[in-house]
């Protein structure tokens, strides 16, 4: 199969770099940095359309919904990273945010051949999922083009899923398929065609906003406070008592004391201390505020 890659910004060669084999180790590093300051700036224009991508996975997950990441590569391998992530910092269930990447789990430590060039594999791993249309399917590839990406976009978009892209390329065939396009133009990389630098960086980036952005919207952070981390070892552990000190001024005994009185669940301890309620008086009261503390405090 023939790809014309004459056009793709991604692919493209990097005048900064054109000697860079050439160069003292400092002075090499020094055109990396340069070029990876660039990435921030390629971001912040695109905030727009992440602030209708993160408005669009806070309704899905209001309604039940998942958000599922789509790519090939590195592209897909960051989308399992940020979903992974997702439980232990915000308490979600494992299947609300969901990474996919072609070629399965042997392609997250090494290329699966062809894989990527499989439109309809993206498709049957959707349909494994029993998507639905109150999911949002994120598609991640640099280029824009992954055929991998692209069946799962086009069997998302059928059944009335919202169909976000993220590529680096603005002119790509996911832009064309997507609901929501985000196209950080980070411009060619300094090894030419290697998408995993500045493509990878604007690609997490974005993905960092997405979950987290949509995670505080859903009332999973309380001022900046991770308030629904969940204690799975001492670091976390500790980090709750922080939180809670932090949200009540209370001393750490006293936050322990009302985490412990809970079963060490952040938001739950911290109206204990805010509203004078018991454990289970708090837990009724977030419930009936679905989750957020603020609304609960001002109920």
Do not use: W
């Not at 090499?28 to 905030?47: F, G, H, T």
């Not at 064309?176 to 030419?192: K, L, M, Q, S, W």
Request: proline share 3%; hydrophobic share 45%.
């Amino acid at each position: 199969m023939k790809i014309d890659l004459t056009k793709m910004v991604t692919e493209s060669r990097n005048p900064a770099s054109a000697e860079i084999d050439t160069l003292s180790t400092l002075d090499m590093l020094k055109v990396i940095n340069d070029e990876d300051k660039k990435v921030a700036l390629a971001v912040e224009a695109e905030l727009p359309n992440i602030a209708l991508a993160v408005d669009a996975i806070t309704n899905a997950f209001a309604d039940g919904g998942r958000l599922i990441y789509m790519g090939a590569g590195t592209s897909g391998r960051l989308g399992i990273l940020d979903a992974s992530e997702c439980p232990p910092t915000y308490g979600t269930n494992p299947a609300m945010v969901v990474g996919l990447i072609a070629g399965g789990h042997p392609a997250i430590l090494k290329a699966v051949e062809n894989a990527e060039d499989n439109a309809e594999l993206g498709k049957q791993n959707l349909i494994d999922l029993a998507l639905t249309d109150k999911d949002v399917v994120v598609g991640i590839a640099a280029s824009g083009r992954t055929p991998y990406v692209l069946g799962g976009m086009r069997y998302a978009k059928s059944i009335g899923s919202t169909v976000v892209a993220i590529a680096c390329n603005p002119v790509c065939t996911m832009v064309d398929e997507a609901n929501i396009a985000i196209t950080p133009v980070v411009g060619p990389e300094v090894v030419t065609g290697s998408s995993r630098m500045k493509a990878g960086t604007a690609q997490k980036l974005v993905l960092n906003m997405l979950t987290s952005g949509a995670m505080i919207r859903s009332g999973k952070v309380f001022g900046n406070l991770m308030v629904d981390v969940e204690a799975t070892n001492a670091k976390l552990i500790q980090r709750q008592t922080n939180i809670v000190v932090e949200a009540t001024g209370v001393s750490a005994e006293e936050a322990d004391s009302a985490l412990n009185a809970c079963g060490r669940h952040c938001k739950t301890a911290i109206l204990m201390l805010l509203a004078n309620l018991s454990a289970e008086q708090a837990k009724a009261k977030l419930d009936a505020n679905n989750g957020f503390i603020r609304q609960a405090l001002n109920a």
